[in-house]
């Protein structure tokens, strides 16, 4: 026989049975709660460990300047040139074919354009070797290389533009400044972007190269909007004049570096031919943003020398100058 004293016993032992089972829960739940918030921790230390290291490991190329140039190879063999100009607003796009004929820089012979990627690597180089052919030979300014990951930094694509910015790849490029430019394109509007492509210019002609095989040569004058797009705008509004001592042994390497330097927007007013000498390149004077220019696409040496008031700066060359030029 059930009575009222055995009932309120069930509903007694019950009851406790659930208080029982809800601090049996609630303990897994705070055990569990615990255990990601230490996850979620230990990723944001890992995180920022991380940012630290590759903010520190190297020097930004792109502080301080309005406009970056950067050099890349693309997935079809292609180069191209990216430059971002900050002040305008401005994201423009050079292709050129990689089946372009060029003489590569530092003496290394006549390649493809497609292969001096591979030839740079050979070397050593990374991507620098792709750089400095398209300085001396096709005379675009530009010191900053990067394999074709980088190609996303002017594209809208949100996400391939976040793997552009996190994801290793070879580049010279530091971890901010990645990021510096992908803030700048996010920015940039449709009507502020330009390709050019140079295989629709008359600047390349079709022709057998020395491989054999069909390509590109250069032929005539490069189309009037190319270099402007290199020009550095805080020194072609100060006209700057620019003496050059060549000691290199070599006359075409201060003909080839002149042009360079009126691309960049300053003159080469006077070129002084002297007897031929060991060293590399030397400039001095009082413009600090063609120096810095300088410094960054030939590896000058600023000296503490004082400078000829007639000129803005002075370079000077020596025999090893005309060996990686």
């Known amino acids: ?20 089972k809800r601090r049996v829960s609630n303990n897994k739940m705070g055990k569990g709660s615990s255990i990601l918030s230490r996850a979620i921790l230990l990723l944001v230390f890992l995180f920022v460990l991380v940012l630290i290291i590759l903010v520190r490991g190297k020097r930004s190329l792109i502080e301080g300047v309005n406009k970056v140039n950067i050099a890349l190879r693309t997935h ?11 002040k305008r607003g401005e994201i423009n796009e050079v292709i050129i074919p990689g089946d372009t004929e060029v003489v590569v820089a530092r003496g290394l012979g006549e390649f493809r354009l497609e292969n001096v990627w591979r030839v740079s690597e050979d070397e050593g180089l990374g991507g620098e070797l792709l750089a400095e052919t398209l300085t001396s030979y096709l005379k675009i300014p530009v010191y900053i290389w990067a394999d074709e990951t980088a190609g996303a930094l002017a594209e809208k694509h949100v996400i391939a533009l976040i793997k552009a910015v996190i994801l290793p790849y070879k580049t010279n490029l530091t971890f901010l400044d990645k990021a510096k ?37 250069l032929s005539g004058k490069p189309p009037s909007e190319l270099y402007s797009l290199y020009s550095v705008e805080e020194i072609s509004e100060k006209a700057l004049r620019v003496s050059l001592d060549d000691e290199s042994g070599e006359g075409t390497v201060s003909e080839n570096l002149a042009q360079v330097i009126d691309v960049l927007g300053a003159k080469i007013a006077v070129v002084n031919t002297k007897e031929e000498k060991r060293g590399f390149c030397e400039v001095k004077g009082s413009s600090d943003v063609l120096i810095s220019e300088l410094q960054k696409l030939f590896n000058c040496t600023r000296v503490a020398e004082v400078s000829d008031d007639v000129f803005d700066v002075n370079i000077k060359i020596g025999s090893d100058f005309s060996k990686g030029f």
């Open 1 to 20: 026989m059930v009575t009222r004293t055995n009932v309120r016993h069930v509903k007694k032992l019950l009851k406790s049975r659930n208080e029982r």
């Open 76 to 86: 079809n063999d292609d180069v191209e040139v990216l430059s971002f100009d900050f």
């Open 181 to 217: 430019i992908a803030y700048f394109n996010l920015s940039v509007k449709n009507t502020k972007r330009e390709t050019i492509n140079l295989a629709d210019y008359s600047y390349l002609k079709k022709q057998v190269l020395i491989d054999g095989e069909e390509g590109f040569v």
